[in-house]
């Protein structure tokens, strides 16, 4: 089944250590989003790639990064984790940007910092 | 700007029962509606989502929602639950025109008890 995979599903990082969370899609869609939910709040967008075009939104901080090697990979890099950012990452993926492209979800990582 | 209000965090029912969850929005502009649901420890899934025509939109698991321009809803409903129902789910609303992204409610948690 076309499928968006997340991996690792639960992530522990120390204070400080940078983080790499990955998203892999088999849709082959052009749209790939990273949202950061904590508990009990709604998923908070922080960018994503329209194939090769990167979209930051203005209060994504600079701790956060990502890349997108190619259509079917994606990946969100926190350089320097806070206590703050423990949270679960959902990666998104849509067939185009437009409003009526329905956005298929993978199951989360959730990330940990001690 | 669009917004979303999703007023009750919480909604106790007892299986079988009928229920609402209610969500309202605002936008200056027309906007495509959404209601995702989220398992625990899960990513988000599509239940319906409101693009145009009939304002009563039928999803998966039996849930249906009415889009209400006048009163800007677009509430979710169910005439029985089941205990699998028990989930967190979300309301969320995009700009049908123009570049616009996801905007989510805070989510209602669906505690269905035998």
């Known amino acids: 089944d076309a499928m968006v995979i997340q991996n690792p599903r639960y992530q522990v990082t120390q204070f400080g250590k940078p983080v790499t969370l990955s998203c892999s899609q088999t849709?082959?869609?052009?749209?790939m989003y990273w949202y950061q939910q904590k508990s009990s709040q709604a998923p908070k967008l922080l960018f994503h790639?329209?194939?090769?075009?990167?979209?930051n939104e203005a209060d994504t901080p600079d701790n956060f990064q990502s890349r997108r090697p190619n259509t079917s990979f994606c990946f969100l890099d926190i350089r320097s984790p806070g206590l703050g950012d423990a949270a679960m990452y959902l990666c998104?993926?849509?067939?185009?940007?437009?409003?009526?492209?329905?956005?298929?979800f993978g199951p989360g990582t959730r990330l940990t910092v001690l | 700007a669009q917004s979303v209000t999703q007023l009750d965090s919480q909604v106790p029912v007892f299986e079988e029962a009928p229920v609402e969850l209610r969500c309202n929005y605002s936008s200056s502009v027309s906007v495509y509606l959404f209601w995702y649901v989220q398992y625990p420890n899960q990513g988000l899934q599509l239940l319906l989502k409101?693009?145009?025509?009939?304002?009563l939109v039928k999803g998966i698991n039996g849930f249906e929602a009415e889009f209400n321009k006048s009163q800007t809803s677009f509430h979710l409903r169910k005439p029985s639950v089941h205990i699998s129902d028990t989930a967190e789910y979300f309301c969320a609303v995009i700009m049908n025109s123009g570049y616009s992204t996801l905007t989510f409610g805070k989510g209602t948690m669906l505690l269905v008890s035998p």
């Open positions: 998104a993926t849509s067939r185009d940007q437009g409003g009526t492209d329905t956005q298929y």
């Open positions: 409101y693009l145009s025509g009939s304002t």
């Open positions: 849709l082959n869609h052009n749209v």
């Open positions: 790639y329209y194939d090769k075009d990167f979209n």
